[in-house]
């Protein structure tokens, strides 16, 4: 029977993990950029029958062109139960909770005291949660624990523990690419012995997935696109974009902790790195054994890959910046371990970052909800099943970096179905794609971050409204129905009345086709 102490640090180190979902939940809308572009494509994927919301309509499904299926259909599940909002919550929520149990799960299979995992914690929260990408978020930890299976079978774990790999390294690919790439260069570099008839056994266990990633290269539009094997236009046309030395070596804190407008950011991050100093220190005081040099070799290829790898390519970005928080984790699983009493110092210190952390985090997110205050009213005067632009004048936020509310107008497909652009149903990589004889005008390039781009007399009659933030006083050819907290509707200036319609009249298809 375990000691009672045992089971109190289960339930501490639980609590501690579980307490890392909650700002996901204390506020409606969260300040996380492409967020409400996962929640609407949740809607559209598993709604896509109501004949309100008009998807059936004006998309299409396109299973095949994505390998992001995992969320998708987990958030999907949950999304029956507790609709498409809190369904992708929940899936970024468990995929936060389970970050430090996975990195916990690494520590274990590398003989590291579990309490380190701790330290994962602050990532919870990084450039990439901020920035809503959801994949690369719920990848992470998935990472981890194929990492922690790979260390096992090296040391000769039982066939249960291979096909738990192979099932893994499947299931990471379809959820993002790049923790994928990681998990398979670092199970390579496990998996090498002098005894290359092992080497091969140890390896096939990775060729289900590497052959469903050459599929998707080589069959999947999306895959084709970024491999130069079909045309492309827009975004997903352009070609590799560099960062020299200095550029990316400033941006390394950004992609990590540094992502609110107050300092704490940059402090947690000053923290997490004086822990880890704090620790290689003791460790090597009480001269513990030296840390994997397999892992140690990924860590460093990893840091230099950063420097190396494109920052853009084609629609995809950022490359390099999804470097930085993965060598944060696997530098932590790195750590030399060190004596009992110094441990719980480590686990003590971790515990105190992250509560600190967690409190600047609540706090920034309290400040993104007053700003998000207006919304839900000015979606709700906007009829079901509209087509509607979002001219987002102000994306940005006085409490978190980066440009939380850019994407905004796909909170109304999320909630009210029709269509919301700028959508990632023009991209080669979204589950669903406009219908041709439904896609909207070309409008000028990247004119969703600079709306003054867009004439929008002439540019936006294929839309039924217009959803914006910070909007001038007025836009040519549209009216203003209703607005709140610098959120405004505006409607056609032929029919618009002094409120918007009580009823949700539908507007005819328009004919006007052009490309997205």
Avoid at 42 to 49: A, E, K, P
Avoid at 71 to 87: I, R, T
Avoid at 400 to 417: I, T
Avoid at 463 to 485: H, I, T
Wanted: aromatic content about 12%.
């Amino acid at each position: 029977m375990r000691p009672a102490r045992f089971w109190l640090w289960e339930a501490s180190f639980a609590l501690i993990a579980c307490s890392a979902a909650l700002p996901l939940f204390w506020f409606r809308y969260i300040p996380s950029q492409d967020l409400p572009q996962h929640v609407a494509a949740v809607r559209v994927l598993y709604d896509f029958d109501d004949p309100g919301a008009r998807f059936r309509e004006l998309f299409e499904i396109s299973r095949f062109s994505t390998p992001y299926w995992s969320v998708y259909a987990l958030a999907g599940l949950f999304s029956y139960a507790v609709g498409p909002l809190l369904g992708v919550k929940s899936v970024l929520g468990l995929s936060i909770v389970a970050l430090p149990y996975a990195l916990r799960a690494l520590l274990r299979a590398l003989g590291k005291p579990s309490s380190y995992a701790l330290l994962s914690l602050p990532f919870a929260y990084s450039a990439h949660t901020l920035l809503g990408f959801l994949n690369f978020v719920a990848a992470l930890p998935l990472l981890l624990a194929g990492l922690s299976l790979a260390v096992r079978i090296r040391r000769g774990a039982p066939r249960s523990v291979q096909v738990a790999f192979l099932i893994l390294a499947c299931l990471t690919f379809y959820t993002h690419v790049a923790p994928y790439l990681v998990l398979a260069a670092g199970a390579g570099l496990f998996f090498v012995e002098r005894d290359l008839g092992l080497v091969l056994r140890r390896a096939l266990w990775l060729v289900p997935s590497l052959l469903l990633a050459a599929v998707w290269l080589l069959l999947q539009q999306s895959g084709r696109v970024l491999v130069g094997l079909e045309d492309a236009e827009g975004p997903a046309a352009a070609g590799a974009r560099f960062q020299d030395f200095a550029s990316a070596l400033k941006q390394v804190p950004l992609w990590l902790t540094d992502v609110l407008v107050e300092p704490w950011g940059s402090a947690c991050l000053l923290g997490f790195v004086a822990i880890l100093a704090f620790t290689c220190a003791a460790g090597r005081l009480r001269e513990a054994p030296a840390p994997e040099w397999r892992l140690r070799l990924l860590v460093l290829g990893l840091a230099g890959a950063y420097f190396v790898l494109p920052s853009s390519y084609r629609w995809v970005w950022p490359i390099n910046g999804r470097v930085p928080v993965i060598v944060a984790l696997l530098a932590v699983a790195a750590l030399p371990t060190v004596s009992a009493r110094m441990e719980k110092v480590v686990a003590a210190l971790a515990a105190a970052l992250w509560l600190g952390w967690l409190g600047a985090v609540g706090q920034a997110f309290r400040g993104a909800s007053s700003e998000y205050a207006g919304l839900e009213s000015v979606l709700r005067s906007i009829p079901e099943g509209s087509k509607v632009a979002g001219l987002i004048f102000r994306p940005s936020s006085a409490h978190v970096r980066f440009a939380p509310y850019l994407h905004a107008a796909q909170w109304y497909q999320a909630e009210r179905g029709g269509a919301a652009l700028f959508s990632f149903a023009s991209m080669p990589h979204s589950p669903f794609r406009f219908r041709s004889e439904q896609r909207a005008p070309v409008l000028p390039p990247r004119w969703e971050w600079l709306p003054e781009r867009v004439d929008p007399a002439r540019d936006l009659g294929w839309f039924d409204y217009v959803l914006s933030r910070g909007a001038p006083a007025e836009l040519s050819g549209w009216s203003r129905l209703s607005e709140a907290n610098g959120w405004a509707v505006f409607g056609h200036s032929n029919d618009a009345t002094t409120e918007a319609p009580k009823s949700p009249a539908i507007a005819p298809r328009d004919t006007t086709i052009g490309s997205l």
